[in-house]
């Protein structure tokens, strides 16, 4: 009988960013506890990331903190050199950090807007655009991984799901997916594996008031026809199997972690 590998990314670095919180923490951790040694990125809150580290650590595989503003091109740069002086090599980026500043469209400043698509698409170009570089010099590991290299890019159900009130999140998010896409095709040539990872509604700070009790969970649920909130983890096990030699073949894909929030359920009752 064949048992699932319990370490599938063995002997493989990850570099997780915005992974001192939320999705990112438990992804940053269910990739140590694969096997990898881990990255942990963060801006603003180095005792989130210090913890999460200890966690790998403490599950048997190596693990560091590293501090950049994804939206800053001189850090972004200098943080993958950073990881690869402290492990020799990136096998995987997980590109995760994402912010939210909602307002009515004809409300929306120019800054909420720019920071928005600064953070969440042009910090996720500059990420992959260095793991990309990386990637080509190094060349391939056969002995940790079928690829050269991964890059897991974290959206959102919102690159499908229009988003009232929130305009300039769906669009960073819409446009992360193209981005995606075209990087796919643009790299697997080299043996780059480029997927999306689009998780729906999950319990995290950034959308607590839409959980938190019982009356506000009700009304989500309406939106969510699998009939339950998500957790982090469950974001971080597909980005676990988009990271492994499990989805070799799996190639500018994005993965719907959501529930069935993208099969617009308000039309359930419509059709």
């Keep these: ?23 990112g923490a438990a992804t940053a951790y269910a990739l140590g506890a694969a096997g ?17 580290v200890e966690n790998i650590r403490e599950s048997g595989s190596k693990a ?11 850090e972004v740069q200098a943080m993958p050199d950073a990881f690869i002086g402290e492990f020799g090599r990136i096998d995987i980026l997980v590109a995760n950090s994402g912010i939210q500043q909602d307002a009515p469209f004809s409300d929306m400043t120019l800054d909420q807007w720019q920071r928005v698509i600064n ?5 996720q170009f500059l990420c992959a655009r260095e793991a990309v ?8 590991a056969p002995s940790v991984s079928r690829a050269r290299g991964k890059i897991i890019c974290l959206y959102s159900v919102h690159e499908v799901v229009l988003w009232a009130g929130h305009i300039n999140y769906a669009a960073s998010k819409g446009g992360i997916m193209l981005m995606m896409k ?3 095709q643009e790299v697997a040539e080299h043996g780059i594996r480029v997927n999306g990872n689009a998780p729906g509604a999950i319990k995290t700070s950034i959308n607590r008031e839409a959980w938190s009790t019982s009356a506000a969970e009700r ?12 957790e982090p983890e469950d974001v971080a096990k597909a980005a676990v199997w988009l990271a492994s030699d499990a989805s070799d073949y799996v ?3 994005t993965i719907f972690v959501d529930g069935g929030m993208a099969l617009y359920p308000g039309f359930r009752e419509n059709g």
């Design 1 to 23: 009988m064949v048992h699932d590998n319990p370490h599938p990314l063995h002997g493989q670095a990850a570099l997780v960013t915005g992974g001192s919180s939320g999705i």
């Design 119 to 123: 953070v969440n698409l042009t910090g």
């Design 133 to 140: 570089r990386r990637f080509l010099k190094q060349g391939v």
């Design 182 to 184: 075209s990087l796919a």
């Design 251 to 253: 190639v500018g894909t």
């Design 64 to 74: 560091i903190p590293l501090e950049a503003d994804v939206s800053n091109e001189t």
């Design 219 to 230: 009304k989500l649920l309406e939106l969510i026809p699998y009939g339950r909130v998500g």
């Design 36 to 52: 990898a040694a881990v990255g942990v990125n963060y801006r603003s809150h180095p005792e989130g990331a210090q913890r999460i």
